[in-house]
């Protein structure tokens, strides 16, 4: 019996796809996030320039305001958690396809690279 047929399950060969949803989810993040935190920095300068109109509602104003801060923030912590996710995808598939190298040279299964001559 090989020692390739002894070999049932096969860790990187497992992992990397889970890195590739990562690094698909992340980059959604990034782009959602980016996308909605120009929205709602516009409408932020909006509603911090209609406070100082006298005859807005002030109460009502500041209400508003405080809602898109937290959005605001919502967002922005999105993007990170985006730029996370990517950063994560990549060292987690750097780190299985550096593993499943160092598994396939130790069996004899990697491809013989011609020599120079």
Do not use: H
């Amino acid at each position: 019996m090989s020692p390739r047929q002894k070999r049932q399950f096969n860790l990187p060969r497992a992992i990397r796809p889970i890195g590739f949803l990562l690094l698909v989810i992340g980059f959604a993040n990034i782009w959602y996030g980016d996308r909605r935190n120009d929205r709602y920095e516009v409408l932020l300068v909006e509603g911090e320039a209609k406070l100082a109109d006298p005859e807005v509602n002030m109460n009502q104003q500041e209400r508003y305001v405080r809602r898109l801060k937290a959005r605001l923030a919502f967002y922005n912590t999105v993007e990170n958690g985006g730029r996370i996710m990517v950063g994560l995808a990549i060292i987690l598939i750097g780190v299985t396809s550096a593993f499943s190298t160092k598994i396939n040279n130790e069996l004899g299964d990697a491809p013989q690279r011609p020599a120079k001559s």
